[in-house]
C-alpha cells in the first residue's frame, strides 16, 4: 500500500514506517519547500528518492527512481528525464534533509548502558566528492608524500551510540578544517547520563571542559608523556589530576597481545576519565575504552557497505550536503529498526544484527514498494527485522588482524613477506602501580 496519485513513488519501503509521510510533510511546510503545484515530482516524492539513493549508491537517480516505481505499474507512475530529477533536487534544497536527520538523530529508544551510563564516541572520517570544479571550489585534496588523494575530500565528524550505533549527531565539512573545530558542535546532543569515548587527538583541554560543561562524562586516551599535575592516588594505581579547570583520574597501562601463547605485540596506554568514584576500577575502564572502536564499524557501514567504496554522485557542494544528509538519514532509519528488532530478542545483542542483511532487505522492500503504510495489524519487527534475528552475526572472537592489503589494486605481488594471517589472541592489561596511599 503506498500514497495515491502522484505521490506513490514517495516511499522507503518497510523503513517509511521510521520516515513517514507525515514526519516528511512536516519537514517540507516548515522549511518552506512545500510544491506549488501538485506535479509528477512532488517534494514529498524528491525527499523520498534522495533518501533511497543512500541505498542504491551503486545507480543513477533515473534507476533510483526505476527501483522505487518498479512495482507500482498498475498506478502509471511518471517517468521523469534526468534533467527534471536534477531540477527536482535543486529546488528540495539542503534544509530539509538536514531537518530531517536532526529528528531522527539520537539513541535507540531501548539503548544499552553501561554502568547506567550511555556509551557514545567521537572521531572523524573522510568521503571522496567527484572533482568538478563547483566541488574544488569547497572541498579540496588532501596532500601527503604518497601523492595525496585522487579526489577532493570531506572530513564528516559524528557521534554514535556504541551499542546500536545510531548516529547522536554529525557534521561534516572541507577536509581542511581539523576534526577537533568541528567537534564542538556535536556537544549539543551530549547531556548528563552519556559517557563519551574519544581517541588521542580530542584529549585537548578547551575540548576536555567543554565537555565536562554538558554534564557527560568522558573517556579519552592521550599521549603517555602528557604532563598531568597529580592531586591524588587510587589503590589501584590509577590517580586525580588537573586538566585545565577539569579534575580528571589517569589510568596507565601495559597492554600485551599474546598470539599462540607468545607475545606479538606491546603498547603503552594513558586514559583520563571524569569518573573520579571508586567502584569504576581502573581495569574496568581501560577494559572499556575498546567500545570506542564501535564507532569505526559505523563508518565503515556507511562507506564501505552501502557506499561500497564509491565517490559520492553530487558535483556540486549544494548537492553534496544534501546528498551525505540522506545517507546519513538512511543509515539512522536503518539502524533504528535494527535495534528495534534486538529489542524483542534478549538473546541477540544489538551488535549482532548483520547491517548488511539490514541494508540488502530494506533494498528488496524498496522495489517492491512493501510495507510503506503500516496494516491494520501492527508488526512490531517487521520484514527487515525477522531477516536480521533469522541471521545474528557470531558472537564476536577476540582476534588481530594484519593492517595490510588484502587485495590490492596492482595485479603485481607486493615485494617482501608479509603475514596475512588473522591470529586468535589473548590479551594481558597490567595497570600501573603506585606506592602513594589512596584518598
Known amino acids: 500500500m503506498v500514497a495515491a496519485g502522484r505521490f506513490a513513488p514517495g516511499h522507503l519501503g518497510e523503513l517509511t514506517q521510521i520516515v513517514p509521510f507525515e514526519m516528511v510533510d512536516d519537514i517540507l511546510a516548515t522549511t518552506g519547500t512545500v510544491q506549488a503545484r501538485v506535479r509528477d515530482l512532488p517534494s514529498r516524492v524528491v525527499v523520498y528518492l534522495l533518501l533511497a539513493a543512500g541505498l542504491f549508491a551503486e545507480s543513477g537517480y533515473r534507476q533510483v527512481w526505476a527501483r522505487l516505481t518498479s512495482s507500482l505499474d498498475d498506478l502509471n507512475p511518471a517517468t521523469p528525464t534526468s534533467s527534471a530529477l536534477a531540477q527536482a533536487r535543486r529546488r528540495i534544497g539542503v534544509k530539509p534533509l538536514a531537518t530531517l536527520f536532526a529528528l531522527l538523530a539520537g539513541p535507540a529508544a531501548a539503548a544499552e548502558r553501561w554502568r547506567g551510563l550511555l556509551l557514545c564516541?567521537?572521531?572523524?572520517?573522510?568521503?571522496?566528492?567527484?572533482?568538478?570544479?563547483?566541488?574544488?571550489?569547497?572541498?579540496?585534496?588532501?596532500?601527503?608524500?604518497?601523492?595525496?588523494?585522487?579526489?577532493?575530500?570531506?572530513?564528516?565528524?559524528?557521534?554514535?551510540?556504541?551499542?546500536?550505533?545510531?548516529?547522536?549527531?554529525?557534521?561534516?565539512?572541507?577536509?581542511?578544517?581539523?576534526?577537533?573545530?568541528?567537534?564542538?558542535?556535536?556537544?549539543?546532543?551530549?547531556?548528563?547520563?552519556?559517557?563519551?569515548?574519544?581517541?588521542?587527538?580530542?584529549?585537548?583541554?578547551?575540548?576536555?571542559?567543554?565537555?565536562?560543561?554538558?554534564?557527560?562524562?568522558?573517556?579519552?586516551?592521550?599521549?603517555?608523556?602528557?604532563?598531568?599535575?597529580?592531586?591524588?592516588?587510587?589503590?589501584?594505581?590509577?590517580?586525580?589530576?588537573?586538566?585545565?579547570?577539569?579534575?580528571?583520574?589517569?589510568?596507565?597501562?601495559?597492554?600485551?597481545?599474546?598470539?599462540?601463547?607468545?607475545?606479538?605485540?606491546?603498547?603503552?596506554?594513558?586514559?583520563?576519565?571524569?569518573?573520579?568514584?571508586?567502584?569504576?576500577?581502573?581495569?574496568?575502564?581501560?577494559?572499556?575504552?575498546?567500545?570506542?572502536?564501535?564507532?569505526?564499524?559505523?563508518?565503515?557501514?556507511?562507506?564501505?557497505?552501502?557506499?561500497?567504496?564509491?565517490v559520492l554522485r553530487a558535483r556540486t557542494p549544494t548537492g553534496i550536503e544534501q546528498e551525505v544528509y540522506a545517507l546519513l538519514t538512511t543509515y539512522q532509519a536503518l539502524r533504528l529498526a535494527m535495534a528495534g528488532a534486538t529489542d524483542h530478542d534478549p538473546?541477540?545483542?544489538?551488535?549482532?544484527?548483520?547491517?548488511?542483511?539490514?541494508?540488502?532487505?530494506?533494498?528488496?522492500?524498496?522495489?517492491?514498494?512493501?510495507?510503506?503504510?503500516?496494516?491494520?495489524?501492527?508488526?512490531?519487527?517487521?520484514?527487515?527485522?525477522?531477516?536480521?534475528?533469522?541471521?545474528?552475526?557470531?558472537?564476536?572472537?577476540?582476534r588481530i588482524s594484519p593492517r595490510v592489503v588484502k587485495r590490492a589494486i596492482s595485479k603485481h605481488r607486493a615485494k617482501g613477506t608479509i603475514d596475512r594471517t588473522n591470529h586468535k589472541a589473548t590479551i594481558t592489561i597490567t595497570l600501573g602501580l603506585t606506592s602513594s596511599p589512596a584518598p
Open 121 to 310: 564516541a567521537i572521531d572523524g572520517t573522510t568521503m571522496a566528492v567527484p572533482d568538478s570544479p563547483a566541488n574544488l571550489t569547497t572541498y579540496g585534496r588532501q596532500t601527503g608524500s604518497h601523492g595525496g588523494s585522487g579526489y577532493p575530500l570531506l572530513r564528516l565528524v559524528a557521534i554514535v551510540a556504541c551499542g546500536s550505533r545510531t548516529v547522536l549527531d554529525a557534521v561534516f565539512g572541507p577536509i581542511g578544517v581539523a576534526e577537533i573545530r568541528y567537534a564542538p558542535t556535536l556537544f549539543r546532543c551530549l547531556k548528563p547520563g552519556m559517557l563519551l569515548l574519544a581517541d588521542r587527538n580530542f584529549a585537548v583541554c578547551d575540548l576536555v571542559e567543554q565537555i565536562h560543561a554538558t554534564g557527560a562524562d568522558l573517556l579519552i586516551r592521550c599521549k603517555t608523556n602528557r604532563k598531568l599535575p597529580t592531586i591524588g592516588h587510587y589503590r589501584d594505581g590509577s590517580r586525580l589530576a588537573l586538566l585545565g579547570g577539569v579534575v580528571v583520574r589517569v589510568i596507565d597501562a601495559e597492554i600485551t597481545v599474546h598470539t599462540d601463547g607468545k607475545p606479538h605485540h606491546t603498547g603503552q596506554y594513558r586514559l583520563i576519565t571524569t569518573l573520579t568514584d571508586r567502584r569504576f576500577t581502573a581495569l574496568d575502564l581501560i577494559t572499556l575504552y575498546h567500545q570506542r572502536w564501535e564507532i569505526e564499524t559505523a563508518f565503515l557501514e556507511m562507506k564501505s557497505t552501502t557506499l561500497d567504496g564509491r
Open 347 to 398: 538473546d541477540i545483542a544489538p551488535g549482532r544484527a548483520g547491517f548488511k542483511i539490514a541494508l540488502n532487505s530494506a533494498r528488496d522492500q524498496v522495489i517492491q514498494a512493501a510495507g510503506v503504510i503500516a496494516d491494520t495489524i501492527i508488526d512490531l519487527i517487521g520484514v527487515l527485522g525477522r531477516a536480521v534475528l533469522a541471521d545474528p552475526l557470531p558472537e564476536r572472537r577476540v
